[in-house]
């Protein structure tokens, strides 16, 4: 008997359980809002490729101000990269030039 009675108990809580997540489920999961679109969305243009370490290299004033572009956050991607690494190993060769004499 008391089997029975626990069975109907989670039964009716299941019902009431699903039942409330129905009804509640627009308040809690919003729809999502589709927009009507009058034109087709221009097309993003596509981002030039970074320029090579040689590049920098042979622009060492060029690199600098990309390499303080990208501390200040306002150049990202692999540009600052191969313009740092440029810039450091010029700067490396020239003080190990200073060290040798040169």
């Keep these: ?24 489920r627009p308040v809690i999961i919003p729809a999502p809002q589709t927009a009507a679109v009058a034109s087709p969305p221009l ?16 622009h060492l004033d060029e690199g600098r101000r990309i390499v303080a572009d990208c501390a200040q956050g306002t150049v990202r991607g692999n540009e600052c990269a191969n313009a ?13 030039k200073r060290f040798l004499g040169k």
Excluded: N, W
């Design 84 to 96: 740092e690494q440029a810039v450091t190993e010029a700067d490396g060769r020239d003080r190990f």
């Design 1 to 24: 008997m008391t089997q029975g009675k626990t069975l109907i108990i989670v039964l009716i809580a299941l019902i009431v359980g699903f039942g409330t997540g129905l009804v509640l």
């Design 43 to 58: 097309a993003a243009p596509a981002p030039a490729e970074a320029r090579s370490t040689q590049y920098f290299a042979a």
